[in-house]
């Protein structure tokens, strides 16, 4: 199957900038998304971005997609400790499936 | 207002105890699809179903069975669990790039 990558943990201090970045396979991926999911929580949906867009800005949301290289980033600005969660990367792929991420542990410290 | 449920959201059950968890949702999604969370491994897709009474394997569904005889409901059923299908379980229903997840089923097998 197509594989989604993702380093697993992050580290930021309180109002820097947080980067996760996420590699992907599968280059007729359509669209790509970041979830959020809080210790005991479900799934929330960040954002997406459509495989021909390059760039997407959302309030402290910047998302990057360089599709020649198939890397997926998502860049959060004055990182908050509510901020802290788990963010998953994923994809769909030509057969309309999700692939996800395992995952990057974010955690804000002050 | 939109939405996929799931039931149970907590269960505790014994090796070898058929157990099912329902799935509902109201906005008529022909997708479906059922995953499971585990540590360092993201979501893994179980089963899903393109319409009713189409169902197909997804990466991880040794073990599970579902059934799709309606729109709305599509059931993961466990027909003898065992410990190592303790996980988190979410269902989805999507419409072209718009997914909706439930809440989640936290399930332990003992």
């Known amino acids: 199957g197509e594989d989604v990558e993702q380093s697993l943990f992050l580290s930021v201090r309180e109002g820097d900038s947080s980067v996760i970045n996420c590699t992907y396979t599968?280059?007729?991926?359509?669209?790509l998304y970041w979830y959020k999911q809080e210790p005991g929580a479900g799934l929330q949906l960040l954002t997406y971005?459509?495989?021909?867009?390059d760039m997407k800005q959302d309030q402290r949301l910047t998302v990057l997609l360089n599709k020649k290289d198939k890397h997926l980033s998502l860049r959060i600005a004055d990182t908050q400790t509510g901020d802290s969660a788990i963010y998953f990367c994923?994809?769909?792929?030509?057969?309309?499936?999700?692939?996800f991420g395992a995952g990057t542990q974010v955690v804000v410290t002050p | 207002e939109a939405q996929v449920t799931q039931n149970p959201r907590y269960l505790i059950t014994v090796t070898g105890k058929k157990l099912t968890v329902t799935c509902s949702q109201n906005?008529?999604?022909?997708?479906m699809s059922w995953y499971r969370q585990d540590p360092g491994l993201g979501l893994r897709q179980i089963y899903y179903?393109?319409?009713?009474?189409?169902?197909d394997k997804g990466d991880v569904p040794e073990g599970y069975k579902v059934s799709r005889k309606e729109k709305r409901n599509f059931p993961l059923i466990l027909e003898s669990p065992s410990p190592n299908q303790t996980s988190l379980y979410f269902c989805?229903?999507?419409?072209?790039?718009?997914?909706?997840f439930g809440e989640g089923s936290w399930l332990t097998v003992v």
């Open positions: 906005m008529n999604h022909e997708y």
């Open positions: 599968d280059s007729s991926s359509t669209y």
């Open positions: 971005i459509f495989s021909n867009m």
């Open positions: 994923a994809e769909i792929d030509s057969w309309g499936k999700l692939q």
């Open positions: 179903s393109m319409n009713v009474e189409v169902t």
């Open positions: 989805a229903s999507r419409l072209g790039n718009t997914i909706y």
